[in-house]
């Protein structure tokens, strides 16, 4: 399964959603699609995605978050898992889409190409629901019945190693960050 698709295959369900990405093809890949003022693309913050996610949906717990993560960010940032399972926002679904390389820096192998199981690590860490899934109709299953939930969700995306032809688009990162707050701000709790 390619990300693209994966992602394509849940972008309509992304609409009332606030989402945040990892940096590199993620982003860009999410940017080619189609950008929502309730995205916000985490550039420069390798690792973090999951912890940004967690703020926002421990402070909003009226939204559904998802978190766009990586493999290379995950495993960079595995005390992440701990900290999501400590906390388990029932509003937060973590994507982390496994490539098995860092692609946007090269493509060089990660540990998840030699055996490391980050749903295995997840369920050890204590998140309530982690799985793993490899084509696109069980992703899109799995995105929906979390999304839909009402628990902590891991899903990790087994995916092909390709990315954008380019990772530079024409979004301000700036503008971006502006722009992701005037929606949480005007984005009032649901009644």
């Known amino acids: 399964?390619?990300?693209?698709?994966?992602?394509?295959?849940?972008f309509?369900?992304?609409?009332?959603?606030?989402?945040v990405t990892i940096m590199g093809a993620t982003a860009a890949e999410v940017q080619s699609i189609g950008h929502r003022p309730n995205f916000f693309y985490l550039q420069h913050a390798m690792g973090l995605a999951s912890s940004m996610g967690l703020g926002i949906a421990l402070t909003r717990p009226d939204l559904k978050v998802v978190v766009f993560d990586g493999d290379g960010s995950i495993l960079m940032n595995l005390g992440g898992l701990t900290t999501l399972a400590r906390y388990r926002p029932r509003n937060l679904v973590h994507v982390v889409f496994d490539n098995e390389s860092l692609l946007s820096v090269?493509?060089?192998?990660?540990?998840?190409?030699t055996g490391t199981d980050i749903a295995g690590i997840a369920t050890a860490a204590g998140v309530p629901k982690a799985t793993t899934v490899s084509g696109i109709d069980d992703f899109r299953a799995a995105f929906l019945n979390a999304l839909n939930g009402d628990e902590l969700t891991t899903i990790v995306a087994k995916v092909e190693a390709v990315g954008p032809a380019a990772y530079v688009t024409d979004l301000s990162l700036l503008e971006n960050r502006y722009q992701f707050q005037r929606y949480l701000k005007v984005r009032r709790p649901s009644q």
Not at 1 to 10: F, L, T
Not at 12 to 19: F, I, K, P, T
């Open 106 to 113: 090269g493509g060089f192998p990660t540990a998840t190409a």
């Open 1 to 10: 399964m390619k990300r693209r698709d994966a992602i394509e295959s849940v």
């Open 12 to 19: 309509a369900d992304l609409e009332q959603c606030v989402l």
